[in-house]
Each structure stands twice: as C-alpha cells, then as structure tokens.
C-alpha cells in the first residue's frame, strides 16, 4: 500500500503542469489527500487538500486563483492542476493521505504533536524556470 506521484518536470513560467497521486493496494476513498511542496533549503508546506467525502477543498492563498485539487474516484487518483508557474512554485511535491476530517488542518500541518499522517508518496520534481 502506497501513494505514487507523477507528472512533475520542467516548465517555463506562465506553463502548466497537471500533477498526479494514484494510490497502489488500497482506496483513497476514505481518505482525504493533501499536496504538498518543498523548496529547496526550506520545510515542506501545505499546497492543496480535498476532502475524502464532500468534496470540500482548501487551497493555499499563495496559489489560489493557479493551482486546483480535484478527486477521480474511478481512477483511485487525486491530481493538482497546477497553472501560470512562478519559479518560486519550484521544489519537490508530496502527496499524503490521511483519514483527518479538518482538511484545513491537514494543509496547515496543525495536526497536533507527533500526527502522522498515513500515507506520503515519494515526491516528484517541478522545476520552474524563469
């Protein structure tokens, strides 16, 4: 049971990249699934996270209005559609997944000491340039 990542690669700024989180051995049904991105020399921080039941999403307010989460539950996949690329969107992205029901919480990495979630994906590289 796992989480793998794909689509990432390099972009001009202003291009797009839609980036991909496909669950092997299980069902992401139950789950709600954060993206997650890591620039170089600095902590991982919340992108984009969907609910596992309503479809409630939260997006970051650095990336509102570019980047969206969406759910294909036919497809087990959870995809972040990533549009009009900055090079500071350039790092490592992660996706998780976990049965929290605060998605906000999930984002913002406030789940309290010592939470865990689930499942991450080993990460995929988007490189932006300018």
């Known amino acids: 049971e796992h989480l793998v990542e794909s689509g990432g690669g390099a972009v001009q700024a202003g291009g797009s990249l839609r980036l991909s989180c496909a669950a092997a051995?299980?069902?992401?049904?139950?789950?709600?699934v954060g993206w997650f991105y890591q620039a170089p020399g600095k902590d991982r921080e919340g992108v984009a996270c969907?609910?596992?039941?309503?479809?409630?999403?939260y997006v970051d307010e650095s990336v509102e209005g570019r980047f969206a989460i969406s759910r294909d539950r036919a497809k087990n996949t959870v995809y972040l559609q990533m549009n009009s690329l900055k090079s500071e969107d350039t790092g490592v992205y992660f996706c998780?997944?976990?049965?929290?029901?605060?998605?906000?919480?999930?984002?913002?990495?406030?789940?309290?000491?010592?939470?865990?979630?689930?499942?991450w994906g080993q990460g995929t590289q988007v490189t932006v340039s300018s």
């Open positions: 969907i609910s596992s039941d309503d479809g409630r999403t």
């Open positions: 998780a997944a976990d049965r929290i029901g605060n998605i906000e919480a999930m984002c913002l990495q406030i789940t309290g000491l010592g939470y865990e979630y689930d499942f």
């Open positions: 051995g299980f069902s992401l049904d139950a789950y709600a």
